[in-house]
């Protein structure tokens, strides 16, 4: 059973802000969120993940909502190098298995 | 990510032969995993080592095997490719010591099975 629903696509403008939505209703208590994206065939890369609270690094910020069924991955300025397939993932810190879903192709477009 | 590297690259077999793909990394991490992705679907974890001798069956164990000799090394093979054994595979590391679960994969090995 797939534990996260994201879009299949998206498109945003180079210059403005992506919000790329992920449900993950049936998250357990000890379960994080993790982005990751992969770019064209190469191997996926990790962007952000967080608990509860909100989280930023230099790549992205996290919103996950209070209830935690739900979270959007924010990139505050897309560029065309951001281009690529999103994978929201929530899994425990104990076994590190990740499981990948279809994931949201982000298209940024000049 | 370069510290994760796999070899080959790309390889192309008949059904039947034996394969092995190599997976190498000189980050010093405890934990390897191996996954494939079929055209337009996410990943799939196929095997995985928490560290040397460990190893334990993923989603889709059937057909692969593994062997962790050394914690840089984690080898995939196949025994007797099958043409639905085509697909992109990747190599993943991870340290247990961070306590999150950031993996890195390596570039990939485009296998294509005749």
């Known amino acids: 059973d797939a534990k996260t629903t994201q879009p299949p696509s998206m498109d945003c403008a180079e210059g403005r802000a992506a919000n790329l939505p992920c449900n993950h209703s049936?998250?357990?208590?000890?379960?994080?969120v993790y982005w990751y994206r992969q770019i064209h065939s190469q191997g996926p890369q990790y962007i952000i993940h967080?608990?509860?609270n909100n989280e930023t690094n230099e790549m992205a910020s996290l919103i996950i909502t209070e209830d935690r069924k739900s979270s959007t991955l924010i990139l505050p300025h897309a560029t065309l190098r951001d281009t690529a397939v999103y994978y929201c993932?929530?899994?425990?810190?104990?076994?590190?298995?990740?499981?990948f879903g279809g994931g949201t192709r982000l298209m940024v477009k000049p | 990510d370069a510290d994760v590297t796999q070899t080959p690259r790309n390889r192309i077999t008949k059904t039947g032969k034996r394969i092995m793909l190599e997976c190498s990394q000189t980050?010093?991490?405890?934990?390897m995993y191996w996954y494939r992705q079929d055209p337009g679907l996410g990943l799939r974890l196929i095997y995985y080592?928490?560290?040397?001798?460990?190893?334990n069956k993923g989603e889709i164990s059937d057909g692969y095997s593994v062997s962790r000799q050394a914690q840089a090394k984690f080898s995939l093979s196949l025994e007797s490719a099958i043409p639905n054994q085509t697909a992109l595979y990747f190599c993943?590391?991870?340290?247990?010591?961070?306590?999150?679960?950031?993996?890195?994969f390596g570039p990939g090995t485009r296998l294509t099975v005749l």
């Open positions: 993943a590391t991870s340290d247990s010591g961070t306590g999150i679960n950031e993996q890195f």
């Open positions: 049936t998250i357990s208590g000890n379960e994080y």
């Open positions: 967080g608990l509860k």
């Open positions: 993932i929530v899994a425990n810190n104990a076994g590190n298995m990740l499981t």
């Open positions: 980050k010093g991490h405890d934990r």
């Open positions: 080592s928490f560290d040397v001798k460990d190893i």
